[in-house]
């Protein structure tokens, strides 16, 4: 799967390999990028970037801060759709999860200076449209301001986020904590320690549960 953005398309090329497809690139078209650009001005058009690819509820989700939208690709039907982001997403990490009743979900991770207490934003899509307003805060996740986090993803219902000491010599010889990675437990939002790997590159990959890619089942 490869998502092309053109100057008045955006285009999604699927390699399928089942199928009477199989082996072959087709493309889907998402009719609506230039609707969804309209009033937009230059100068942020120019800043438009797709954040990390989230998979949930049957849809994969592409979020775009800088325009305060999430692109939906609807793997049953291979159709996209939007819907709007809260305005004040473009200094945060957002990540899309599989909420209660089928509904999705959003953490939204508070880029702070280092002085205010990092916050983790739990919100649920409520209902579809162009009113900002749909998607309701659920719970506030508030995290310890020693550290900088980083989202790596979302796997296994858990949520994983990459930490560093953010002012070391604030801490006294020998106590400084170890950099490495906390899982959020998505069903008790309950935060703890996964890992004490300094070699985890959070920016790199994708994370997966269960079997590796190549051995799961094909889901388009």
Not at 29 to 43: E, I, M, N, P, Y
Not at 148 to 165: D, N, S, W
Request: charged share 15%; hydrophobic share 40%.
């Amino acid at each position: 799967m490869c998502l092309a953005q053109y100057q008045t398309r955006l285009v999604l090329y699927v390699h399928s390999s089942s199928g009477p497809h199989a082996g072959q690139w087709r493309t889907v078209a998402f009719d609506g990028w230039t609707a969804l650009l309209a009033g937009v001005s230059v100068h942020v058009r120019s800043s438009v970037a797709f954040g990390k690819r989230y998979y949930a509820r049957g849809c994969f989700c592409w979020p775009i801060c800088a325009i305060n939208k999430l692109l939906l690709l609807d793997t049953g039907t291979t159709e996209f759709s939007s819907v709007d982001l809260p305005p004040d997403l473009m200094n945060h990490q957002v990540a899309f999860v599989e909420a209660t009743e089928g509904r999705l979900g959003m953490f939204a991770l508070s880029q702070v200076p280092t002085h205010l207490v990092p916050r983790l934003r739990y919100s649920i899509l409520v209902r579809t449209g162009d009113n900002p307003g749909q998607w309701q805060k659920k719970k506030v996740v508030t995290l310890s301001h020693d550290y900088c986090y980083q989202i790596i993803g979302v796997a296994g219902g858990y949520l994983l986020l990459y930490l560093v000491t953010d002012n070391p010599d604030s801490f006294p010889p020998g106590k400084v904590p170890d950099p490495g990675c906390f899982s959020l437990n998505l069903r008790t939002m309950e935060l703890e320690r996964f890992s004490r790997n300094r070699d985890i590159l959070p920016l790199q990959g994708q994370l997966y549960s269960g079997f590796p890619p190549y051995l799961s089942p094909p889901t388009i």
